[in-house]
């Protein structure tokens, strides 16, 4: 069964700080692995999706990788801003248990003070 | 183009009640779905659907039903809630999966208490 762990669970860092959040998984089947952002009372804003083909994406501050080998893949947010607070997803899209689905981690919960 | 909706926003019950929470979604997408999330646990899918009149179980299907009468309308049923399904609601609509993933798109959730 696919376990999705997102490491550290809350994280808190001073404005300008460049900072990494990682997404381990168990299964290494997967068809891609897809960042997302939540704020408090929203629904879910897709940030980042890597294929599975692919080592990593990129967008503005945002960078994406992925190692399917090592079951590991990490968030790169450079130069933090207090609008980079919110909890950040990741989940994993494969075939499991008769049909594709999304498989998400648990998350992490990012603040940025000024 | 709204996206996906969620109504209601809010909503309290007491055991043994039931409700529908309505998902609508102006996209055009053939999938949608139906999520729950828990403090400290990721998203976990309750039920989907590849089209309208169809659906599916997913993870966590038990205690709740769903209808796809209409392309743009997924209905979440709850016949007698019980404290255990007090959580945020999350619907989710997509392209259908045709080879490759299609990104889901998601609604701004429905928070549910039962007493």
């Known amino acids: 069964k696919q376990e999705v762990t997102q490491i550290p669970a809350a994280l808190s860092v001073p404005e300008g700080e460049n900072l990494v959040l990682n997404c381990s998984f168990t299964d290494s089947a997967i068809y891609n692995l897809q960042w997302f952002r939540q704020d408090p009372g929203k629904g879910l804003t897709s940030l980042l999706l890597i294929q599975s083909s692919q080592r990593e994406q990129t967008s503005g501050r945002l960078n994406a990788s992925l190692d399917k080998s090592s079951g590991r893949s990490t968030l790169y947010i450079a130069a933090s801003q207090p609008g980079d607070s919110a909890t950040y997803l990741c989940?994993?899209?494969?075939?499991?248990?008769?049909?594709?689905?999304?498989?998400f981690g648990a998350g992490t919960r990012l603040a940025v003070h000024p | 183009n709204a996206g996906v909706t969620q109504t209601p926003k809010f909503r309290v019950l007491k055991t043994g009640q039931s409700m529908t929470l309505l998902c609508a979604q102006d996209?055009?997408?053939?999938?949608m779905y139906w999520y729950r999330q828990d403090p400290g646990m990721g998203l976990r899918l309750i039920h989907y659907?590849?089209?309208?009149?169809?659906?599916a179980k997913g993870e966590v299907p038990d205690g709740y039903n769903v209808s796809r009468l209409k392309k743009q309308n997924f209905l979440l049923g709850l016949e007698s809630a019980a404290p255990s399904q007090t959580s945020v609601y999350f619907c989710?609509?997509?392209?259908?999966?045709?080879?490759?993933?299609?990104?889901?798109?998601f609604g701004p959730g429905t928070r549910l208490t039962v007493l």
């Open positions: 989710a609509s997509s392209l259908a999966f045709a080879g490759g993933y299609n990104e889901q798109f």
């Open positions: 996209m055009n997408h053939e999938y």
């Open positions: 659907s590849v089209g309208e009149g169809t659906t």
């Open positions: 989940a994993l899209f494969m075939f499991s248990g008769g049909y594709n689905k999304l498989i």
